[in-house]
């Protein structure tokens, strides 16, 4: 299975939580309210694409660090 790297953009995301409802095995909240990568390997690669799409502020970027591939966001939603 290839190397996958799930980051939050704290510019971006406004804390709605979703992320946590979604995955709450790979994300929590950071004492501003905000989300936390604390466990990255805590769901498979479908389970962080789905929950990346239902961001509201497309502030989940899922990478694919043995290819540099951007697995989400889509270029015209990068940040
Ligand atoms: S779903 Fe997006 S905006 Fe909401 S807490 Fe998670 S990363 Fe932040």
Known sequence: ???IKVSVNLNKCVGSQLCM???PS???KDENRQARVYNP????????LGTAEQCPQCAIKVENTDTGEVLFPPPELAF
């Open 1 to 3: 299975m290839a190397n």
């Open 21 to 23: 409802m979604f995955s």
């Open 26 to 28: 790979v994300f929590d």
């Open 41 to 48: 390997e805590g769901a498979d690669l479908t389970e962080l």
